[in-house]
């Protein structure tokens, strides 16, 4: 059932009538919840469950808040609310009605782990919709509730949590025109690292039929780490390391000492390796969800018939390092000693600090996180995968944003905005500056349609003779092996 007035639209799912809002000839569905309350006393910390069907006409009109976590930009107030869990979804205005079912692309956003907003501008679902396709956004747990290993409860909750949204699009998504048998799962940063365990995941199995990732960092912790990690953050707190302990912990102080525990970690003398990833939670080997690292999971347990897309951006750690200043007082021996931790070799000091009068140690640094934390990772899964069977794409976001003070660069996140085609967002103007190219916007998002649909796009597929990629500047085109002499260094390294 499905009908409308002028500015709002009514249907009829599995779990209750809905009332949604008729935006610039969409359909929007925003704050559906899937997963009932899993911050109250008796769920907190523990699997998700499902909401079931609700009383009444549930009102989608608008906007709601995503889960409990520290806000932006390093700042440690609550943003977020402890409630349901909740998708968003963006349609046609007459998909319900068509006969053709629609193809379905659902986001998981990207935080770190610690950050997560299906409400975001730059992931605004309305131009894919204004293509014919329907996306959906998912909020899910993070930081302490999403990804803290306690003793009693199941890790990686966050990612059961993005289970569950999978299966309810699987049993709800028709009743919006949606094509069941045809999801592409797709995320950026912490979004495309669950997709890829997703991918590896046997409760994820049959739930999604194409897969994206922008900038997978592919880190994770084992069972000793996170523990060392819980036991750290209880004690910050002053509470004993387990779910009583920390339930009892209002929420404004938990986010908090969250954004402090990231600092904490980043003391390489105190956490060794672990302090180069730069967050304090991680998904954990649990040996059920996840048995093995993320990058060897996707490695040997993906199905090789989902197509995959996957890919960086140049100048990923920029994001990181160009706010903060540090880019401009990073000392030549900090680049000396994470090259060491990484144990890559006697080559790797020259490709990382080979004179270059327009080069500064800041920028080298930049290369070498980069390429540690997001670019190499997405190599290797390209890598892995075409030898698994699959067909995959890869591509390079080369274009270097004008924001912050023209500073900015290709970093991290910077490709959202452009995949989405939400360039002219507020959010998306703090990113990029005001003078991104149109076309680029265009171009990228029609690549991002084109595989939800078909399953392909419009380069060449990955392959270990030329190694095609497409790179994204304001005149998008397809190299082969960018980058060689990095790819090389790197190739014997273990994610």
């Not at 910050?236 to 908090?256: C, D, H, Y």
């Not at 800041?362 to 075409?386: C, K, N, W």
């Amino acid at each position: 059932m499905h009908t409308s007035d002028r500015n709002t639209v009514k249907l009829t799912t599995q779990q209750g009538a809905i009332l949604g809002a008729l935006e610039n000839g969409i359909n929007v569905f925003y704050n559906i919840p899937f997963a009932t309350n899993p911050f109250t006393k008796e769920r907190r910390f523990q699997a998700p469950q499902a909401y079931g069907k609700w009383q009444g006409q549930l009102d989608a009109t608008t906007l709601g808040l995503a889960a409990p976590q520290p806000s932006r930009m390093g700042k440690t107030e609550l943003f977020g609310s402890p409630s349901d869990l909740t998708l968003n979804i963006w349609t046609p205005e007459n998909a319900a009605e068509s006969y053709k079912k629609l193809p379905v692309m659902v986001w998981i956003p990207g935080g770190a782990f610690i950050r997560e907003d299906a409400g975001e501008q730059i992931s605004n679902g309305t131009s894919f919709a204004q293509h014919g396709v329907i996306i959906v956004t998912v909020n899910y747990r993070v930081g302490v509730d999403g990804f803290m290993h306690l003793d009693g409860a199941p890790d990686n909750r966050g990612i059961l949590d993005q289970v569950m949204a999978l299966q309810w699009v699987q049993d709800n998504i028709a009743a919006f025109g949606g094509d069941a048998k045809q999801v592409t799962l797709f995320g950026q940063s912490a979004g495309a690292e669950s997709v890829a365990i997703l991918l590896a995941c046997k409760k994820a199995r049959g739930l999604f039929q194409k897969a994206i990732m922008q900038s997978p960092p592919m880190q994770y912790f084992t069972q000793q780490e996170a523990s060392r990690v819980t036991q750290s953050f209880a004690d910050r707190l002053s509470v004993p390391a387990t779910i009583e302990g920390l339930s009892n912990v209002p929420f404004p102080t938990l986010v908090a000492a969250v954004v402090e525990q990231c600092d904490t970690i980043a003391k390489r003398e105190d956490w060794g390796m672990i302090s180069w990833g730069g967050t304090a939670f991680l998904p954990v080997v649990d040996n059920d969800l996840i048995t093995d690292s993320p990058m060897e999971g996707v490695k040997h347990n993906t199905d090789s018939s989902i197509p995959i897309l996957v890919g960086s951006t140049d100048q990923e750690a920029r994001l990181f390092l160009v706010p903060s200043g540090a880019i401009d007082h990073i000392p030549k021996e900090q680049v000396a000693l994470f090259l060491d931790d990484l144990s890559l070799g006697n080559d790797a000091l020259p490709i990382y600090t080979k004179p270059d009068a327009e080069k500064t140690i800041g920028e080298a640094f930049v290369d070498l996180q980069s390429d540690y934390t997001f670019r190499m990772p997405a190599q290797h899964i390209a890598e892995h995968l075409l030898s698994n069977g699959n067909q995959v794409w890869h591509y390079h976001f080369s274009w270097f944003s004008l924001g912050l003070g023209g500073r900015l660069g290709a970093a991290h996140l910077v490709d959202v905005p452009f995949a989405f085609n939400t360039i002219a967002s507020n959010q998306a103007k703090g990113l990029i500056g005001s003078n991104s190219p149109e076309t680029l916007a265009q171009a990228m998002h029609n690549e991002w349609i084109r595989f939800a649909k078909s399953g392909s796009v419009s380069w060449t597929p990955y392959n270990v003779d030329t190694r095609p990629t497409m790179q994204f500047d304001s005149k998008p085109q397809q190299l082969d092996d960018p980058g060689k002499a990095v790819r090389e260094l790197w190739s014997n390294y273990s994610f």
